[in-house]
C-alpha cells in the first residue's frame, strides 16, 4: 500500500465548479510535489512545497492553487477549471533537500474530468 | 537543459522472454536516476541508482548506471504477463527537479 494517501480518487468538475484535491503523508517527508499527468506521457511537475513553503511553481495557471497547510498535507485547490485540465493528478513526497539522493513516493492519484 | 531520453518506446514481447530498456540522460548536476514501473495508476518504484558500474537486482529485474556514457539499462528476464507497464526512467538533478523520460511502454504476451 502507498504510503501517500489522495482523495478523491476519481473527481467530475464542471467549468464553474471550486473543488479540491488532498494528499496526505506520514513519512516525515519535508517535501510534497503536484504532478499532471495525461495519457501516455509522462508526469510533469507543477508545485513543490518545502518545509510548507512553496518552492517550485512551474508556470502554473492560477486556476490551480496550492496549499500545505502543515507537513503532512498538501491541497490543490481548482476553480474554472477547463477541458484541456483533465488529466491523473498525482502527489508525491521525498525527503528534505539535504538529504536528497532518491526516492519520489507517490500516491494513488486522483483522476480529474472536467466537463 | 536537463533531458532523459528512453527508448525504445514500446515493446512487445512473450512470456518467458529477456527485455532490456534503455534511458540516457544529458543533465548539469546529476544526483541519482530512478527506475519506476507504471501500471495503472501511480509509479511503482523499482531501483535507485547513484554509482556507475554496480548493478541493483529484485528478483528478475536488474539495472545498471554507467556515469561516464551517461546511460542506464533495465533489465527483464523471463517475463511474465504481470511485467506489462510504462517504464519510467527519472534523473534527479538539483533540489527537487525530477527529470522523467517518456517511458517504453512493455506489454508482454501469454
Known amino acids: 500500500d502507498t504510503e501517500v494517501t489522495q482523495t478523491p480518487k476519481h473527481l467530475v468538475m464542471g467549468m464553474t465548479n471550486k473543488k479540491s484535491l488532498k494528499c496526505e503523508q506520514h513519512?516525515?517527508?519535508?517535501?510534497m510535489y503536484w504532478y499532471k499527468q495525461k495519457a501516455k506521457k509522462p508526469p510533469e511537475l507543477m508545485f513543490v512545497?518545502?518545509?510548507?513553503?512553496?518552492?517550485i511553481n512551474e508556470s502554473v495557471p492560477s486556476r490551480f492553487s496550492p496549499e500545505c497547510p502543515n507537513s503532512s498535507l498538501l491541497n490543490l485547490h481548482l476553480h474554472a477549471l477547463q477541458p484541456e485540465d483533465s488529466a491523473l493528478y498525482l502527489c508525491a513526497s521525498s525527503q528534505e533537500p539535504d538529504r536528497l539522493t532518491g526516492e519520489l513516493f507517490f500516491g494513488e492519484g486522483s483522476r480529474l474530468t472536467v466537463l | 537543459e536537463d533531458k532523459v531520453v528512453q527508448s525504445p518506446l514500446s515493446l512487445v514481447v512473450h512470456e518467458g522472454d529477456t527485455v532490456t530498456l534503455n534511458c540516457s540522460y544529458e543533465v548539469t548536476n546529476f544526483r541519482s536516476l530512478l527506475w519506476y514501473k507504471q501500471e495503472k495508476k501511480a509509479p511503482t518504484f523499482l531501483f535507485m541508482l547513484?554509482?556507475?558500474?554496480i548493478e541493483k537486482k529484485s528478483g528478475r529485474l536488474s539495472s545498471i548506471l554507467d556515469k561516464k556514457e551517461l546511460f542506464s539499462i533495465l533489465n527483464i528476464t523471463a517475463t511474465q504477463t504481470g511485467d506489462s507497464a510504462v517504464y519510467l526512467c527519472v534523473h534527479l538533478s538539483g533540489t527537487y527537479k525530477y527529470i522523467f523520460g517518456t517511458g517504453t511502454r512493455l506489454k508482454v504476451l501469454a
Open positions: 512545497y518545502s518545509y510548507e513553503k512553496l518552492s
Open positions: 513519512m516525515g517527508h519535508r517535501a
Open positions: 547513484t554509482s556507475s558500474g
